[in-house]
Structure formats: C-alpha cells, structure tokens
C-alpha cells in the first residue's frame, strides 16, 4: 500500500471463487493504484474498486458470484473478506477487519442460543452452533467483528502488517469514511512460503 507492505495467507480450500477472483485480478494488475475509498474505524479499511466509488468493480467472470461461508474461517481482526451489497453478489472489492476489541458484543448470546443465524438450502446454524465458547474466546483475545460471520466470504488472513492496516485506519475521514487524502493499494506481490 502507499503507507507500507500487509502481507496475507489465502484460503483456497474454504473459498476457491474468492482466491481465484483475487489472484487474477491481481496477476492482471486490476488492483494495482485503487484507493482504499472506505475506513471505519474499528471496523475495517475496503478497497478494490477501480472506480473508487464504492459502486464499481467487477468479478474475473464479469458477473457477481456466491458467497463462500463456513465455520472454519471468521471475521477475526486481519481478516480478508469479500465485500458486497447483499448474499451473493461479490464482484472485486474487499476489506480487511481492524476492530481489535470485541467489546460487549457477546453481551446477549446466552439468551439466543437456540435462534437461527445463518439459514441457506435447508441448512440451519444456531447462535450456538456458530458462536462456542472457544470461538467467542478467540474473538476476546484476538479482536474482530463477529457479526460479519456467515455473511462474508472470508478468504484470507493478514500474516504481517497488521501495523500497516492500523496505520491506514488511523487516517482523516470525511462524513462519507473515505479518507481525506489519498491511500492506495498500489501493488499486489504474490510468492509462495
């Protein structure tokens, strides 16, 4: 980026359309110079429109494409995600989760356990089945933004750099949470470790 190197670890066993969609578009130098055009603070810093809007950006397929959710990857701090306008229509933009402190947000689980949470074909996840204890006490040591969870795909995970994201998440904001002066992704770098 334009304020330092984040280097990712990518998932393709849990999200095989999102790291393709990614690498692609990264091989083909469609990343290269987009603004991070939205930072919330505590929340997360999103980029990957071309058109900087927050409207543009498209998939390698030319068409959106489905979310890719399961339990094994969540919304931790460093999180890579898809961003889209609703289930299953991710084009090109993502984010990458800040928050560091969970806060209250586990405050009312015990109460709805039993409630559904994510629902599709049939299948049904409870507020329990998708928030154990272990789960929630990893969201309390490490950070992140839980309700994200089952919503977004989760395709990769900061491995270095999470100084950097701060860094951009530190950044002047106007009303509309782009910043007030320029931050770009400028490159992507892919290597194998």
Known sequence: TSMGDIVFR???????KAVEN?????????????????????????????????????SIWNKQFENEVNLNLRSFRGALCMANAGPDTNGSQFYIVQNKNVGNMFDSIDSAKNEIYYSKDGKQITVGQAF??????LYKKYGGY????????????????????DKIQNVKTDRSDRPEDDVKLTAVDLFRI
């Open 146 to 165: 839980p309700s994200l969870d089952m919503g977004y795909t989760v395709f990769g995970q900061v491995i270095d750099g999470m100084d950097i994201v």
């Open 22 to 58: 990614f690498l692609t578009h990264a091989k083909n130098g469609y990343y290269n110079n987009v603004e991070f055009h939205r930072v919330i603070n505590n929340f997360m810093i999103q980029t990957g429109d071309p058109t900087a809007t927050g409207a543009g950006g498209e």
């Open 10 to 16: 990518f998932f393709p066993q849990y999200a095989p």
């Open 132 to 137: 154990s204890d272990d789960i929630i006490e």
